[in-house]
């Protein structure tokens, strides 16, 4: 047995006592569980994530991506880490059963009991809300032979199917088509290419579940002129989808508006659907699970990923937030963009759903290696039959009734300023003993219920309509992917090429609360450096648009279905 007293510290408890105040049982010595190992990478993690900075501030034409299924040896694990495991797993009698990335997820099988002992902690079952959770007490440990090798242990605790929780409001079939059109919106709005149809890209959804109607979705398309569009929904190693109930109640409403929209806009692309609730086999935490599984998925390479799931920092136990953070900087090296939701509860953030600070940024959005969505507001006046745009603001409907809702934003508590905001002067944190942090959002788009898609609204709908701009920007790259953009994003808008339009008007904080910011340039922590101007993006990128189908052709699509 392993000698507690060579165990080197991992991470604190991974019991939040805001979240689980008392036990109910221990579990189960015998009940076999999953366990994965963060493995170091070869040339160490500070040198990884500075390589995924680096390619961030390259000009896209001259990017080179790391190969999928075939890393490059020093972003491996060392020989020697992998051989580590092998030998602990043999001390223990666990299995090895997985290991994915090139070795930097290794997946061990054993017995909780077993676990948690060599671990050094005690795992038990915890009550939040209608869910029973498991959690581990005391300080997780690893034995001195592992140490040097091993970031993360992950799935003695399932505390991320808090996590997993969408950040729009609940699904409500709309009646017609009355509202405004995403194809409206995007091309006539945003500017975005008008000749792209996202031919050759793949954009990865992350979902809560995968309960959606294709039919419905399909119909969606033929109504606006467009599609049919290619969906895959993945388990294809695990239950197919079948939605037991086909009623609007019972679809996963999120997911519905995510396919809807990136759809409509870039209807040449391929959308693949992940569920957060499928166990895909790589990890028992559900988001590392579901990142690797898109990310390893070789039939359907995704060049996008859309994100409008989160909730706020203070939820997440830091080791698997830093794993999703790891997770990005990898996907930015494989050419993969990462779009995600900022949420939907203004700058306080979602109290109710583990926020324990003043201002609760949401994560994944926080992390410096996506692009987080914020929202706007389209201010539109009626003019015949048409709606013209007369200028947008802050996405800010706290202060109606029923309404509650504003763009989330604010100084990150887990992360620094990133490299791109080291020029900014970024607002005074409002949380105790901060300084400063990452600034979020980056960027912004439509989300207000007020000027709302005729699917849907929130920074849920702000995540897919930006990921629908990078698929079309991927056929503009001649198929080739884009990969993070924040650096590069930054650098060109804040140096005077204009890709974003800045958002100068209104704030995000409730009306009864000083814990708000405001609408400014060059960037603010509402709407970032502000809402796209799709095409000036691509030129500024060195992007060129290929002819796919002319904006003719959309407009007549559109004036037929409406």
């Not at 939907?344 to 994560?363: H, M």
Request: aromatic content about 8%; glycine content about 10%.
């Amino acid at each position: 047995m392993t000698d507690h007293r060579d165990l080197s510290i991992v991470q604190d408890s991974g019991l939040p006592k805001h979240l689980l105040q008392a036990r109910e049982a221990v579990a189960d010595p015998d009940q076999v569980l999953r366990a994965t190992l963060r493995l170091v990478p070869r040339c160490g993690d500070e040198a990884l994530l500075a390589r995924a900075s680096a390619l961030g501030r390259q000009p896209i034409a001259g990017r080179t991506f790391l190969a999928r299924g075939a890393l490059a040896d020093e972003v491996m694990p060392a020989p020697e880490a992998l051989a580590a495991v092998k030998a602990f797993c043999h001390e223990h009698g666990f299995t090895l059963s997985r290991t994915a990335l090139g070795g930097l997820f290794v997946t061990i099988e054993g017995k909780a009991g077993a676990l948690a002992c060599a671990f050094g902690v005690t795992i038990g079952r915890y009550r939040y809300g209608d869910l029973v959770l498991r959690a581990y007490e005391g300080v997780l440990r690893l034995p001195a032979a592992l140490a040097p090798y091993v970031r993360a242990v992950l799935g003695l605790d399932d505390l991320s199917r808090i996590a997993a929780q969408p950040n729009a409001a609940d699904f409500i079939e709309p009646p017609s088509l009355k509202g405004n059109l995403p194809t409206t919106v995007a091309f006539d709005y945003y500017q975005y290419p008008q000749d792209l149809i996202g031919r050759g890209a793949t954009v990865a959804f992350i979902e809560q579940n995968l309960k959606v109607d294709l039919a419905k979705i399909q119909a969606y398309y033929t109504k606006l002129g467009v599609g049919p569009v290619t969906i895959v929904l993945v388990p294809e190693w695990g239950p197919p989808n079948t939605p037991e109930d086909p009623e609007p109640s019972k679809l996963n409403g999120e997911a519905m508006m995510d396919l809807k929209l990136t759809g409509a806009v870039a209807p040449g692309a391929t959308l693949v659907g992940y569920s957060i609730v499928q166990d895909y086999g790589y990890s028992s935490d559900p988001w590392v699970d579901t990142l690797i599984a898109a990310l390893e998925n070789e039939k359907h390479p995704c060049d996008v990923m859309s994100i409008s799931l989160g909730q706020p920092e203070s939820a997440w136990s830091t080791q698997t937030a830093l794993c999703v953070d790891f997770l990005f900087a990898i996907a930015g090296l494989l050419g993969v963009t990462v779009c995600v939701a900022s949420g939907d509860f203004g700058a306080p953030g979602n109290l109710n759903r583990g926020g324990t600070y003043k201002q609760n940024c949401a994560f994944p959005a926080s992390s410096p290696f996506c692009l987080a969505c914020g929202g706007t507001e389209l201010v539109l006046s009626q003019q015949g039959d048409q709606r013209i745009l007369n200028g947008e603001v802050v996405w800010n409907e706290m202060a109606e009734i029923g309404q509650k809702r504003a763009t989330g934003g604010g100084i990150s508590m887990l992360f620094p300023v990133p490299d791109f905001q080291q020029t900014l002067t970024l607002p005074a944190p409002f949380n105790e003993g901060q300084t400063s942090g990452r600034g979020m959002p980056d960027v912004a788009s439509n989300a207000a219920a007020n000027s709302s898609y005729d699917v849907g609204y929130g920074t849920s709908a702000a995540a897919p309509m930006w990921a629908a701009l990078m698929a079309l920007l991927v056929e503009g790259n001649g198929g080739m992917p884009i990969g993070y953009l924040n650096p590069r994003l930054y650098e060109l808008q804040l140096g005077g090429t204009e890709c974003c339009k800045p958002i100068t008007e209104g704030d995000n904080g409730p009306p009864d609360s000083n814990i708000s910011f405001s609408a400014g340039k060059p960037w603010n922590a509402c709407c970032g450096l502000g809402s796209p101007l799709g095409s000036s993006l691509a030129a500024a990128l060195g992007i060129g648009a290929a002819t796919s189908q002319s904006r003719a052709q959309r407009k007549t699509a559109e004036a037929v279905s409406l």
